[in-house]
């Protein structure tokens, strides 16, 4: 049965107020992220009428490129990229919304153009001193782009709200480690308020990530159950057939470590685990985020190598296609030691969680593209059906599949046909496609509008970050102390290596293969 449903973004209270008219700037306009997903992104808004028609679009970047020229580029985007057929005529109201202004990220004269184009834009369009500025540049560029702005005059912080706003969207990665994230608050903090910041992580902007909480906290019949009385452990698996695809150098600064489960894997962890917030706005729910991530069980020194587990990929297949071993990349060293496979299990201290153990794992060139939260329950304490008839049960498994085939399934035991007892596992199944018969907006859409409409709630907090941070720098140091392993130890197209198989086989437990 097809459910009938609004448009997902006007669904809810939370779009009572419109965004206002504003001007986005987007540092480093010229690179993929730009074409593939935020001018996309950005078009879909203005379709479905959440992208007010005098608002501009900025791009600011280094290449010798004209408006005209840049429009081309954003046009091939929008045809290749966008949810929605590309429509000639919709893009011709479009496209005049799109400037380019060239210059170096660190020239205070190109930041004084930039005033100059938005003040003019305030004028003639109406925008009223609404300002957006989005980091998409590499993290290096972050400093100095912010440290510019300040100069400029454009950080907004010390106008009066009936001015408009000014807001910054920084991408990840937010830091390298713990005080190279903790040194980035601290630069942003001199020039932007906290609540003018938007650290984004796509992941939150994702339909069914969101699900999670109102699957939690919507439904009577999971808070009594959720924890550990009656649930067993939860695994939770990121997985990619791809490899690097031409990210060595990017790859060899990051790893697994850094560039998964610092941000993704623990945003997972937390809309998972944390404990219900007294409102679904920004800083109830932020506040339970960084609670739980206070509350996970530090992993240092002698507990890494027995918690956690670290792989490289060789050759292989993964998806049908052949893999190159990890260290024949493009921009990779031959005797690199970066991770791109990581698995771990982790405990969270508190009444809710003690002693139920989480299981993570990400990793490159796996055996397919995945994405799922996968919660055990317990076993019955006592089989009264006998041996043979029970010899088929499995424990009863909800799983949240972020992607692809966006849904739910909840796995249990019934009896199968025929005169005598015999149980066997069945699934009942929610897919987002098929139920409600539309198609969810990108993340990229949902977490630009929550940003000009000024909801942060799908945005990390700088204690959050840093917390996180915290957790995964305890790991980077005891890796630092120890010999990595001989990479590498398993093969493209696998579930990766065996030793994270032994994580959980120590525990009387093994990996779903999703």
């Not at 998409?136 to 005059?153: C, H, M, Q």
């Not at 005891?478 to 290596?497: C, H, L, Q, V």
């Amino acid at each position: 049965m097809t459910i009938a449903v609004e448009n997902p973004l006007r669904a809810g209270s939370r779009l009572e107020n419109m965004p206002q008219p504003a001007t986005l700037v987007i540092f480093g306009a010229t690179g993929d992220l730009m074409k593939r997903k935020l001018v996309p992104a950005l078009y879909n808004l203005s379709i479905d009428g959440y992208l007010p028609p005098n608002s501009q679009i900025v791009g600011f970047a280094r290449r010798e490129w004209s408006d005209e020229y840049f429009r081309s580029e954003m046009c091939e985007g929008v045809q290749e990229h966008s949810r929605r057929p590309f429509d000639p005529a919709v893009w011709e109201g479009f496209a005049p919304r799109l400037h380019y202004l060239r210059s170096e990220f660190d020239n205070a004269e190109g930041y004084d153009q930039l005033r100059t184009m938005l003040d003019r834009f305030d004028k003639e369009n109406g925008t009223g001193g609404s300002r957006l500025f989005y980091l998409s540049t590499p993290p290096s560029y972050y400093p100095v782009i912010v440290e510019r702005l300040g100069e400029a005059g454009l950080s907004g912080r010390n106008i009066a709200k009936e001015s408009g706003y000014t807001r910054i969207i920084i991408e990840k990665p937010f830091g390298h480690d713990l005080e190279s994230a903790r040194a980035l608050n601290d630069h942003l903090h001199q020039v932007f308020a906290e609540e003018q910041i938007y650290r984004i992580d796509h992941y939150l902007g994702k339909e069914t990530v969101q699900n999670i909480l109102v699957l939690r906290f919507a439904n009577g019949i999971f808070e009594p159950i959720w924890n550990r009385h009656y649930i067993d452990h939860v695994q939770i698996t990121n997985a990619e057939s791809i490899g690097i695809e031409g990210r060595g150098r990017f790859y060899e600064e990051s790893g697994a470590l850094r560039d998964m489960v610092q941000s993704h894997i623990l945003q997972l962890l937390n809309l998972v685990a944390m404990e219900p917030p007294v409102a679904f706005d920004a800083t109830p729910v932020r506040d339970e985020k960084v609670k739980l991530l206070r509350s996970i069980r530090p992993i240092r020194g002698n507990l890494v190598p027995e918690q956690v587990v670290r792989g490289q990929y060789g050759g292989g297949v993964a998806a049908g296609k052949d893999v190159t071993p990890y260290h024949e990349e493009e921009n990779v060293s031959s005797e690199s030691t970066t991770e791109t496979y990581v698995a771990m299990k982790l405990f969270i201290d508190n009444f809710r969680w003690q002693g139920v153990p989480f299981y993570l794992r990400t990793g490159k060139a796996l055996t397919k593209r995945v994405t799922e939260i996968a919660i055990q329950f317990k076993q019955p304490p006592l089989s009264i059906f006998g041996s043979e008839a029970s010899r088929d049960m499995e424990p009863n498994v909800l799983a949240l599949r972020i992607q692809p085939d966006e849904g739910i399934s909840l796995k249990m035991q019934v009896k199968a046909p025929g005169t005598g007892i015999h149980i066997r596992p069945v699934k009942m199944e929610f897919r987002y496609g098929g139920s409600f018969g539309i198609e969810p907006p990108e993340a990229y859409e949902r977490l630009l509008l929550d940003c000009m409409l000024g909801d942060s709630t799908l945005f990390t907090r700088s204690d959050e970050v840093e917390t996180a941070w915290s957790l995964v720098t305890d790991i980077l140091q005891a890796w630092s102390k120890m010999p990595p392993p001989n990479f590498p130890n398993y093969e493209a197209g696998s579930w990766g290596p065996r030793d994270a198989d032994r994580l959980l086989y120590r525990d009387n437990r093994e990996w779903r293969w999703p």
